[in-house]
């Protein structure tokens, strides 16, 4: 595929490092002090500490997905609407430097775009061609990150209605949808409305909807309590 075309048609604009050879090298001094040092601490904090990321880098090494920090992940510059990315082509995924600035958002931002990666380990998704597909992962982090927690909710002062959490995963769907195909709000919404049941009720690897650390936790050992009892039958 034309390259120019990838980008404008798939998001690939939004991530201006991905173009080859337009990452600057850095001295090992100089980069003590850069947003791309404190992403990766960061990073590194979010792999070790959160429940939903080591439930989630668990799942993927037993499906035969071994996820590497230094080969899976990138901490990069973007544009200052989205905070990180899942590159197919290189199966890697992008973390936003210059737009995460909290350990907490570091940790949602890992967990959606491990989800998406798990989503690309364990089925057949087809990113560029079918739009469902697309949607029903974009759905199924919505649902599992943490995207929609209370917690999140209350600080984005969106509260109150009644089923908020899935018209948050409807409307944070749509938008990330809408951040990388050139398609209308009308269309992407129609293909959310079809694929919405179904995806949001896959829970894998969770089990369940994680809405909060705690949550997260039952489930990640409940994850690593199964993996031992298959271990040893």
């Known amino acids: 595929m034309d390259q ?13 490092e991905r173009n080859t050879g337009s990452k600057k090298e850095k001295s090992f001094v100089n980069s003590l002090f850069t947003s791309q040092f404190k992403c990766e601490i960061m990073l ?22 071994k996820v590497i920090r230094d080969r899976h992940f990138a901490c990069e510059d973007c544009d200052g609407s989205v905070s990180g990315g899942f590159d197919v082509a290189s199966s890697q995924i992008v973390l936003c430097q210059n737009n995460i ?23 057949h998704v087809d990113w ?6 697309l949607a029903c992962s974009e759905i199924r982090a919505a649902n599992l990150s943490g995207d ?46 079809e694929v919405f049941d179904s995806c949001s009720n896959d829970h894998a690897p969770f089990g369940r909807i994680p809405h909060g650390s705690k949550d997260a936790e039952f489930a990640y050992r409940d994850h690593e309590s199964r993996d031992r009892y298959n271990a040893n039958l």
């Open 4 to 16: 120019s075309k990838q980008e404008k048609e798939y998001g690939y604009e939004l991530f201006p």
């Open 44 to 65: 590194k904090l979010a792999m070790e500490t959160s429940p939903y990321a080591k439930l989630l880098l668990s799942a993927m090494n037993s499906s035969g997905c």
């Open 101 to 123: 600035h909290q350990q907490s958002h570091m940790n949602r931002v890992v967990t959606h775009e491990l989800i998406h990666a798990f989503d690309h380990c364990r089925a």
């Open 128 to 133: 560029f061609n079918n739009l469902r597909h």
């Open 148 to 193: 929609c927690s209370f917690s999140s909710e209350v600080s984005r002062f969106n509260f109150g209605m009644k089923q908020h959490h899935q018209e948050c995963v409807r409307d944070r769907a749509l938008r990330s949808i809408l951040a990388v195909r050139k398609i209308s709000a009308e269309e992407a919404q129609k293909i959310v409305d």
